[in-house]
T-cell receptor
Framework: GAGVSQSPRYKVAKRGQDVALRCDPISGHVSLFWYQQALGQGPEFLTY????????KSGLPSDRFFAERPEGSVSTLKIQRTQQEDSAVYLC???????????FGPGTRLLVL | DAKTTQPTSMDCAEGRAANLPCNHS???????VYWYRQIHSQGPQYIIHGLKNNETNEMASLIITEDRKSSTLILPHATLRDTAVYYCIVRVAAGGTSYGKLTFGQGTILTVHP
């Protein structure tokens, strides 16, 4: 079946621009995670949704980062007033239920100039 | 979640078994050992997980020591396509409060050569 998809795959933004990154989880998956991966590092947790509820946003690096999942399916990660340090790969993962195995999408590579 | 320690890099000849070690000496009784790998420019790919028994699937085998303080991921016949970063992750089982989020370390860079 279809896996997790993310769009766009690549995004170049000028410093100060707002960006929106989309994640389509595996159909029926309740849990959705966002991770950030800096160059040469392992992914780091950003935020977690169970259906439409954002239960943990402790990993969001600043209030410029905002995530939503209004209907409990597609999720969007928005970054306002992008900075160069926001350049990274943003990964989305979903799992059938809380605590089960997570399956990752291909990521969105964001470059802020 | 418990911390894991992995070698920075390993080499393996194509067709041979690749044995990737992981230390997790502070693992708790309700924590699973998960393995993911990440091929260049792709998202992490789930490989296998286990609690205390050895596990095998179509991709790999996972051997967990009796005291659960270490484990080994075995790729029985490595191919060039297995070249990737391999992450060993300890994660609390359902029922905890971490929501199952994964804490990645640096992983092991496995290079399979002809």
């Amino acid at each position: 079946g279809a896996g997790v998809s993310q769009s766009p795959r690549y995004k170049v933004a000028k410093r100060g621009q707002d960006v929106a990154l989309r994640c389509d989880p595996i159909s029926g998956h309740v849990s959705l995670f966002w991770y950030q991966q800096a160059l040469g590092q392992g992914p780091e947790f950003l935020t977690y949704f169970q259906n439409e509820a954002q239960l943990d946003k402790s990993g969001l690096p600043s209030d410029r980062f905002f995530a939503e999942r209004p209907e409990g399916s597609v999720s969007t990660l928005k970054i306002q007033r992008t900075q160069q340090e926001d350049s990274a790969v943003y990964l989305c993962a979903s799992s059938p239920l809380w605590g089960e195995t997570q399956y990752f999408g291909p990521g969105t590579r964001l470059l802020v100039l | 979640d418990a911390k894991t320690t992995q070698p920075t890099s390993m080499d393996c000849a194509e067709g041979r078994a690749a044995n990737l070690p992981c230390n997790h000496s502070t693992i708790s009784g309700n924590e699973y050992v998960y393995w993911y790998r990440q091929i260049h420019s792709q998202g992490p790919q789930y490989i296998i997980h286990g609690l205390k028994n050895n596990e095998t699937n179509e991709m790999a085998s996972l051997i967990i020591t009796e005291d659960r303080k270490s484990s080994t991921l075995i790729l029985p016949h490595a191919t060039l396509r297995d070249t990737a970063v391999y992450y060993c992750i300890v994660r609390v089982a359902a029922g905890g409060t971490s929501y199952g989020k994964l804490t990645f370390g640096q992983g092991t860079i496995l290079t399979v050569h002809p």
